[in-house]
Nanobody
């Protein structure tokens, strides 16, 4: 079993930056692919970014390419999402998730483990 806890959300002005962190506990020896999803009010949960255990495979949604950077520090059991040039449309609850890399999907319903979410609000 894996437990995930996100932190780093908050309120920021458009054009600003935030760095989200997600720390895992439990079966962290497993080479899970880690990712970030987000969900705005009235919207479906959408994929934001993903990273393989080694960092050799990285995936971004088109909407965040060039602005967001995902990284991980396996020694700290932590994955990060650096968010730059934030826009009001980035406002959402951001969730950290983990999945068996053999089962990787852009669809949230197929991911195995989830954090509680952290709110990101971008003002215009």
């Amino acid at each position: 079993q894996v437990q995930l806890v996100e932190s780093g959300g908050g309120l920021v002005q458009a054009g600003g930056s935030l760095r989200l962190s997600c720390t895992a506990s439990g079966r962290t020896f497993s080479p899970y692919t880690m990712g970030w999803f987000r969900q705005a009010p009235g919207k479906e949960r959408e994929f934001v970014a993903g990273i393989s255990w080694s960092g050799g495979s990285i995936y971004y949604a088109d909407s965040v390419k060039g602005r967001f950077t995902i990284s991980r520090d396996n020694a700290k059991n932590t994955v990060y999402l650096q968010m730059n040039s934030l826009k009001p449309e980035d406002t959402a609850v951001y969730y950290c998730a983990a999945v068996d890399p053999r089962l990787f999907s852009y669809y949230s319903n197929l991911w195995d483990y989830w954090g509680q979410g952290t709110q990101v609000t971008v003002s215009s």
